[in-house]
């Protein structure tokens, strides 16, 4: 008797629990499952526009022999290796020299340095692309300092051009990062530096072994983190080179090819999404190697 | 208080009623063609113009022309098309006559024909060709980009060269002069985007050929025509004889700030060059330099674009009678947006009209309307195809290659595999 009571209490739990979760899964299934598998099967169709027809693996087949893929593919890994280490260690120093209670006016600094990411995508690469112009403030600068005798192509050369989209978004996205940085130090003990400090342990050796190993988890958040913004990097390029990824596909990420592969060139919206599910198998292999190599070995 | 809104309530909603119904009465009414295309100074302005000339007679349609930059109407007209859903969507837009094809044929039943209504034997066949899919056609043949070297007189005068000496020019001789120029009067010759493929386009076509053959097969590796055109393209950034622009805007610039002494381009730039007065006087107008290989001519062709009419827009009768009406069958709309805007239409009963034949006295009094009249009639016609984004693309992707010294073969073979792979 008491055994069949609980038991229809729990499936009246049961039945009320589902049913406040039922709206909340059904625009998740909706707005986001749907659109998930749906775009897995469009990525094994072809065709032109909406004349699209299945097609197997031929979009993985054209994407081995695509050489613009494999241009844009470079591209991103190379955005990728340079930039987020860079920007990683910038964000870390800046985060533990702005943590410093010493530092006079260290709120101003930390909103200045913060203020980047709260800017507009496109009004800050409109205004890189005039300062960065062959005549703009940055050239005109470094010749009036004598660093270079003609003005460097920052918008036309292949090389520079990378150079100055990997600068963009460092000198956005550092702020963002060195946030959670700050965050995570101000839950680290005084003490512990106390302690360092009376035993001499010099200052770089209190940052790279009691700084840098108890932010491991918030390093590893804002590495995955940056690595899929990396990855998925668009609207500075779009902004700074009028969507073409120019000079000579230089700066073509995979975001903006999936972007000309839809809007501007005849739209191949199966090739698209195959090569968007190649970003989604990057971001998860890279995400997982990035917990394999900070796991906690002692355990 | 709350008296007072129970005493009003009823009569506010009365008369917010009656509002509604008069709004909707009127909206039954007056209709409203909206319209998207490019180009303040040309495209958007000539609209404006047939807009009214059509109220005029039609007192109910009133005309909503959006301007936007050519790259965001492709793209917009391209996602709202993808997208299926017919709300966001012009009832009449602006299609570039390189990507017309690739619209017709991605998105069969997004676009209106027009066969019935308009009568095509009045335009020219070559506008007529690039609208028709299986024996359909979809728009209004609007203008067309016949190409025109504009000069600075006073800059080259200065540097010793006369109007009689830029005609009939050779692009060797071009840049020739393009260095005197620089020496003597510190000016560059060109405004050039190495992001843009234009002047590649430009010359290659003036030989007769594009990036694709008449059945549409790539044509790049065996193309004399092309060669030749990105060889000129590497002498003229080996001489140094152009001021680089990063974008359209960017390069507009070069030749409105008075930077260059020279601008080879469409017709439809004229609008934008007499944009500004205080150069009344000082440009003229020749034939675009010629290549010096088989069939080569000093015409050519650069953008040209059609209206189209979507087939989902509510006002659809409305805009096609309106095309008919104005860019069908009104001449005098044709002399008046010849005259103001640089407009070569490709109406041929229009060709004949006294506009043509009138002097422009910001060209010093040329002839130059008669002149790109006859340069029209010359432009060899070639194949479009539906990949001509993409092929462009590849192209800008490999001059600065170019720049560096790698041989014109090897660049066309790195340009051939690059459209092999894109038009799948």
Known sequence: ?299 | MDNLARAYLPRIAGLALASVSFLAVTAAEAKEITIWCWDPNFNVAIMKEAGARYTKTHPDVTFNVVDFAKSDVEQKLQTGLASGTADALPDIVLIEDYGAQKYLQSFPGAFAPLSGTVDYSGFAPYKVEVMTIDGQVYGMPFDSGVTGLYYRKDYLEQAGFKPEDMQNLTWDRFIEIGQQVEEKTGKKMMGLDPNDAGLVRIIMQSAGQWYFDKDGKTNVTGNPALKAALDTVGKIMSANIYKPAAGWSDWVGTFTSGDVAAVVTGVWITGTVKAQPDQAGKWGVAPIPKLSIDGATHASNLGGSSWYVLESSAEKAEAIDFLNEIYGKDIDFYQTILLERGAVGSLLAARGGAAYEQADPFFGGEKVWQNFSDWLAKVPSVNYGIFTNEADTAVTAQLPALTQGTPVDDVLKAIDAEVSAQIQ
Request: glycine share 6%.
């Open chain 1, 1 to 299: 008797m008491v055994h069949a009571r609980r038991g229809s209490i729990g499936r009246y739990y049961d039945i009320n629990g589902w049913l406040f979760v039922a709206p909340v899964l059904g625009l998740i299934g909706l707005f986001m499952i749907y659109p998930i598998v749906w775009s897995l099967w469009m990525s094994f169709q072809s065709g032109r526009g909406m004349m699209m027809k299945f097609a197997g693996f031929a979009n993985i087949v054209r994407l081995w022999n695509d050489p613009v893929f494999i241009k844009a593919l470079t591209n991103t890994m190379t955005y990728f290796v340079v930039q987020v280490p860079i920007m990683i260690v910038l964000a870390l120093i800046l985060a533990s020299m702005l943590n410093n209670p010493r530092i006079i006016g260290r709120g101003l600094f930390r909103t200045a340095i913060f203020l980047p990411c709260v800017t507009s995508l496109v009004a800050y690469s409109v205004l890189f692309k005039g300062m960065f112009a062959p005549d703009g403030v940055v050239n005109s600068t470094l010749a009036a300092i004598g660093v270079i005798s003609s003005p460097i192509p920052w918008l036309t050369h292949p090389f520079w051009a990378k150079v100055l989209v990997i600068i963009a978004i460092t000198w956005r996205w550092t702020g963002y990062n060195m946030i959670f940085y700050l965050a995570a130090l101000q839950n680290i003990d005084r003490s512990i530096y106390e302690v360092a400090r009376i035993d001499g342990v010099p200052a770089w050796a209190r940052f790279i072994h009691i700084t840098i190993p108890l932010l491991k988890p918030v390093i590893l958040f804002t590495t995955v983190i940056s690595t899929i913004g990396t990855l998925q990097l668009f609207d500075e390029v779009y902004n700074l080179t009028e969507g073409r990824g120019g000079p000579s596909n230089a700066t073509l990420t995979l975001s903006l090819y999936i972007y000309n592969l839809t809007f501007r060139f005849m739209p191949n919206f199966g090739y698209a999404a195959t090569v968007s599910y190649v970003i989604v198998v990057l971001v998860a292999l890279l995400a997982f190697l990035q917990f394999f190599a900070a796991r906690e070995r002692d355990k």
